[in-house]
């Protein structure tokens, strides 16, 4: 693996980027984290991975998950998730990141998947496969050599895809409350929500908004607003808008604001994000996207 990222304190602590040849809406990832907790965040697409050794901990859609060596990790796309060490030699892993678009003209019409659970474990010939093909999908230099292994690496993850239903898990007891509050941070993601305003939203006080809105997501409005944010800097920063410019966009701080918040959630700087994915930053950029981010879905507190 190729450096460590500035800001981890440890330098056990390693992750890299890496867009797939030929390919938008595919990134790759791979990292060794011993010490490392990333704050709850947000990828635009699939993460779709296995664990290589170790063992992770993370919260998604309302549970802790445990994924040890030989787990298979299925994550759908706009899901708010955490992610640490479960064990002293922390974990080793690959994902693929992988836009729904990209999957439904691989699938050529075909219902997009869902996932019955976040991590399969026990399945120890396809996560074997799964390393073989991740680690060919990183090394293809050509669009042509890419081709092959993303269809090789989707044809492994195709049998524990549920086309045709959405997962019992996918939507938390009670529906999801609140949605219209979180509808309106996506809506305006530059937009300094003050507390009282959020909570008239919802025809509460300040403090009983508060008290239920972490009680059902887990974080405080004021993160969930941040992950929203930096979500956003993300799809941006792969575009090659520059940093300073991102960081204005998303209605983060400085530049220093956003490089701290983006390595917390994604174990990388922007910078180097940039670097990683060979992204050229253009003289003049767009200063907002022209589509917005997938709505993210939310995740409960364990308990």
Do not use: C
Not at 28 to 34: E, M, P, S, T
Not at 57 to 67: I, N, Q, V
Not at 89 to 104: F, K, N, P, S, T
Request: aromatic share 8%.
């Amino acid at each position: 693996m190729q450096g460590v990222p500035e800001h981890f304190d440890q330098p056990q602590d390693r992750a890299e980027f890496r867009r797939a040849a030929g390919h938008d809406g595919v990134e790759l990832y791979r990292a060794h984290i011993v010490h490392h907790q990333f704050a709850p965040h947000i990828h635009d697409g699939y993460g779709l991975g296995v664990i290589e050794a170790g063992q992770e901990r993370f919260d998604y859609r309302g549970r802790e998950h445990l994924a040890p060596a030989g787990a298979i990790v299925l994550m759908q796309p706009g899901e708010l998730h955490t992610g640490g060490p479960a064990s002293p030699q922390g974990w080793r892993y690959r994902m693929l990141y992988l836009d729904e678009a990209v999957l439904a003209a691989h699938l050529g019409g075909a219902p997009t998947w869902r996932f019955d659970s976040a991590v399969r474990s026990g399945d120890t010939t396809r996560a074997a496969a799964m390393v073989r093909t991740m680690a060919a999908l990183w090394q293809a230099e050509s669009a042509p050599a890419s081709d092959t292994a993303l269809a090789d690496v989707l044809a492994l993850l195709a049998p524990l895809a549920a086309e045709h239903h959405v997962p019992a898990d996918a939507v938390p007891a009670g529906g999801r409350p609140f949605q219209h509050v979180v509808d309106a941070l996506h809506a305006d993601l530059t937009r300094e929500w003050r507390l009282n305003e959020l909570a008239a939203l919802a025809g509460l006080s300040p403090f009983h908004f508060q008290r239920a809105f972490k009680s059902a997501y887990g974080i405080s409005p004021h993160q969930w607003r941040i992950a929203l944010r930096v979500a956003e800097a993300k799809r941006l920063l792969a575009r090659g808008v520059p940093a300073a410019e991102v960081a204005a966009a998303v209605g983060l701080v400085d530049q220093s604001h956003l490089t701290r918040r983006f390595a917390g959630m994604y174990g990388v700087t922007p910078a180097r994000y940039q670097r990683q994915l060979r992204t050229s930053v253009p003289v003049s950029a767009p200063a907002r996207p022209v589509a917005p981010a997938p709505r993210p879905q939310p995740f409960v507190p364990r308990g």
